[in-house]
């Protein structure tokens, strides 16, 4: 596609198309595509030679980027230690869920530790902003205030002052004068994102960027843009949760999958240290349906309830509501259970729901879905001291999971006796439970609930 060709994008998933249509046919939305200016091909070749770039080999050992703690540990954690110089980071997250909050409070955490800090909004005046501070008690935090959309004037601003980091609220507000388009279409989304990207690179400033999340969940824009940055993190949470989750989808300077739990306050976000104690802090006497899963989130143990609800259905078709767990998971386990173990859930609907609005997505969370169902179908209560974790084949097989002792002292801590667990299980150090170990889910339906 030539410079000079008009370029149509769908602003759902960034799809290039040569003509208008009503349906992008790489997403399936409707009324997506618009007409955008292409972005420069980039300048024309001279006759110049370029440089020649400096080579290593793999044995070249380098120190570790040197890091910069908030003092909260929970954001330290998920950011892999702390923040990284000239590192750029994009935090997603719903509406109202709590973003500006959480960089409010970081920012002014950060300043405090003698980093100099700008925080640049699109969306809000600079008055909205202080008056935010002030719930939050951080108008004594030394960081500079900002309102502007124009990415021009900004990057001037942080030339000029060049801080340690600087915080734009958010990336959909910013637009760029060299590219003819509206704020938050995908091409000035691409372009300001790859200019704040290349400042932060070049000067040497750590740069978080906010962006908007669409209704599927995902940052919306282009996703390269995720590609362009270092770390991308996602704040989930559901509305009427007050628990927060700031979880590492991608971190070139931690490990992914790393989680921090924050909980919802009039005073703003509170660390939650010990999340387990938290998500369980609401199970009272055990009941049928409830099961604790011993998972792990990126380097943490977190124990949490699984809660199901079978009942009689008068639909041709039984419903399946999940909460917290991927759908097709359940699908699955419903089939082996039928298939493998005898036991029919035909005619009856199925609630499952992870307690405290927590997500799970380890596979190892399996077998506590499979107890938790067995337990409101058969209107039996498992043992209130007791854990489960264990994947489960499509064969009713249950294959051990990693890090069975770091799940069994989290669960000893919090006062658990007993665990069940797939055969195979590499085991370390005693933790002084009880430990059942099952070969296959009709092992462990016949020993738990006496069928199979």
């Not at 400033?205 to 390269?224: F, N, W």
């Not at 609005?357 to 039996?380: F, I």
Request: some cysteine; hydrophobic content about 40%.
């Amino acid at each position: 596609m030539s410079k000079n060709t008009p370029q149509f994008t769908c602003t759902a998933c960034g799809a290039v198309h040569r003509k208008w249509a009503g349906k992008c046919d790489a997403c399936g939305a409707w009324n997506s595509i618009i007409e955008e200016a292409p972005l420069s091909s980039g300048p024309k070749p001279l006759g110049a030679k370029g440089r020649t770039i400096p080579l290593t080999d793999l044995a070249t050992e380098e120190a570790p980027p040197p890091r910069a703690s908030s003092g909260l540990d929970e954001l330290d954690r998920v950011l892999g230690g702390g923040l990284v110089p000239a590192s750029a980071i994009l935090v997603g997250g719903d509406p109202g869920i709590g973003k500006s909050t959480l960089l409010l409070q970081a920012t002014a955490a950060f300043a405090r530790r003698g980093l100099k800090c700008l925080y640049i909004s699109g969306e809000e005046a600079s008055a909205q902003v202080r008056m935010r501070a002030q719930r939050l008690g951080l108008a004594d935090a030394p960081v500079s205030l900002g309102a502007e959309t124009s990415l021009r004037d900004i990057l001037t601003t942080l030339d000029a002052e060049r801080p340690d980091l600087a915080v734009i609220d958010s990336i959909q507000t910013m637009w760029l004068d060299t590219v003819d388009a509206a704020p938050g279409s995908v091409s000035q989304v691409r372009a300001a994102a790859h200019e704040l990207v290349t400042f932060a690179k070049r000067r040497g400033v750590a740069v978080i960027l906010v962006g908007h999340v669409t209704k599927e969940g995902q940052i919306a824009g282009p996703r390269v843009v995720e590609h362009m940055v270092d770390t991308v993190l996602y704040f989930e949470g559901e509305r009427g949760h007050q628990f927060r989750i700031l979880r590492a989808v991608k971190n070139r300077f931690g490990p992914a999958d790393e989680i921090g739990v924050f909980e919802m306050t009039g005073n703003g976000l509170a660390q939650v240290t010990n999340p387990s104690a938290l998500f369980l802090s609401d199970r009272g006497q055990t009941t049928p349906g409830s099961a604790v899963f011993a998972g792990i989130e990126g380097t943490r143990p977190v124990l949490t309830e699984i809660q199901a609800l079978v009942a009689p259905s008068n639909l041709g078709t039984p419903r399946r509501t999940v909460v917290g767990l991927d759908s097709g998971r359940l699908s699955t386990i419903l089939a082996v259970l039928e298939a493998r173990c005898g036991i029919p859930f035909a005619g009856l609907d199925v609630f499952l729901n992870v307690a405290g609005g927590m997500r799970v997505s380890e596979p190892a969370a399996d077998l506590a879905v499979a107890a938790a169902l067995l337990s409101a179908r058969e209107d039996v209560a498992l043992p209130p001291d007791m854990v489960l974790f264990g994947e489960i084949s499509l064969s009713g097989a249950l294959r051990p999971v990693g890090q069975t002792e770091n799940r069994l002292k989290e669960a000893s801590k919090l006062g658990f006796s007993q665990a069940v667990a797939p055969e195979r299980s590499k085991l370390g150090a005693d933790t002084g439970m009880k430990l059942r170990q099952m070969p296959d889910l009709t092992a462990f339906v016949g020993e738990m609930f006496g069928a199979g």
